[in-house]
């Protein structure tokens, strides 16, 4: 079974750096590959970047996928991670490996109209969610995260920066109103893990 991984630094854990798949169930042999790639002096953009810092380390996306769904789902998450901000070094679109290769403007719109409407399972969005589990995050790292999230663009823009306001009854009701029989998007799903495990985190401390 394949598995789809990201690669991050340690000090910025909410930012996904490289996107790729591997044929194992796990990435870590496919993360050693980069490693020595790295070592050995390649000159792609994700390894001349992790010559340059020392706390580059993978985690999953997703896993328990075939090989055709690895090929799919890695063109969809660059896609969809890119379009989220995230400063990905992937020199192609993914999907078959072939650098330089970008996909055609109809080609992923067919990507994207096949997993349109898909709602990611209960046990996609805990493997989102517990990502990193087994690696402690420092305080450090926490402050860093919850910052990074408290001046996001996106967030202000969506006036989720008023986190904490009470909204009266009336308005309650009409937000309860209108999200009544909206399916949550990918997006939304990922941002809601994101916050769900930051939450998880502070009721810890």
Known sequence: MACIYA???KSSPEEYRY???????TPNKRFKGHKNNAVSGDSAPVYRWMRKYNDVEVII???RLSKEESSIKEKYYIHLFRSQGHRLLNVSEGGDGSPGRVLSKASREKISNKLKGKSLSLEHRKN??????GRKISEKTKKKISQSLKNHPRLIA?????KGKKHTEEARRKISEAKTGKPATEKQLLHLARLAKLNREKAKN
């Open 61 to 63: 996306i997703e896993d």
């Open 7 to 9: 690669l991050i630094r």
């Open 128 to 133: 989102i969610s517990t990502g990193q589990t």
């Open 158 to 162: 969506s006036g989720k920066k008023n």
């Open 19 to 25: 996107i790729g798949k591997t044929a194992y169930e």
